[in-house]
């Protein structure tokens, strides 16, 4: 029968990384490991204490979750970020997919991640700052949410408080009127414009209708 290996703490050291505090562990054997903070309230241990090889993977397990987790928080503390998003950025870093799913699934839980507000929001931004049209948006809207049924919601949810016509227009009313009505050359450039950001034919050609009529 082989006999477990059992590695002695030979000191533990507080360290600064990145502006973050973690302690240092030095094994027996000559191995260090740098441990998240809160992994020794989970596993308090001391100078001297005895570690099993089991002990020793799961004190690595849980380090692992504080460690994606800080990552996924430090990600958030800068914007909104949808699920597929935080997951490929997870990726990135060199983490495992299984982990991964379980950190965004109790930020998720917490109310730390939420697709629907995420795509609402970002909906919102891409409307009132790029007059974006539907087409576009459910283009753009599919890099960030793996859900066509959540991306479709969130369309209609977005432009049922807009009138698509007043979007299509800020683009439009920087040209005159006048000249708009006669020049068919820059009609067809501000339409291929407007349908490159993903508007419908039949709502770009009513909103200039009546922009030129008004």
């Known amino acids: 029968m082989k006999k477990r290996k059992i590695n002695k703490v030979l000191s533990i050291e507080p360290k600064t990384i990145k502006g973050k505090t973690c302690y240092c562990i030095k094994l027996n054997d000559g191995v260090v490991y740098n441990l998240h903070q809160d992994v020794l309230i989970n596993h308090p241990i001391s100078t001297g204490f005895q570690l099993?090889?089991?002990d020793l993977k799961e004190i690595l397990s849980t380090n692992l979750k504080y460690k994606i987790k800080d990552s996924a928080l430090n990600l958030l503390s800068y914007r909104m970020r949808s699920k597929k998003e935080l997951y490929d950025r997870l990726i990135d870093k060199g983490y495992i997919g299984e982990d991964i799913q379980n950190t965004i699934s109790g930020l998720e839980e917490k109310g730390w991640i939420d697709d629907r507000?995420?795509?609402l929001a970002y909906a919102s931004d891409q409307i009132n700052k790029n007059a974006l049209g539907p087409i576009a948006l459910k283009y753009k809207l599919k890099s960030f949410l793996d859900s066509e049924e959540l991306t479709n919601e969130i369309i209609l949810t977005a432009y049922s408080k807009i009138n698509i016509k007043h979007v299509i227009q800020k683009v439009v009313m920087k040209f005159e009127k006048n000249r708009l009505a006669i020049d068919n050359k820059l009609k067809n450039k501000i339409v291929?414009?407007?349908?490159?950001?993903?508007?419908?034919w039949d709502d770009i050609n009513e909103a200039i209708q009546e922009y030129i009529s008004s």
């Open 52 to 54: 099993n090889e089991n």
């Open 117 to 119: 507000k995420f795509g």
């Open 192 to 200: 291929n414009k407007l349908r490159r950001k993903g508007h419908y």
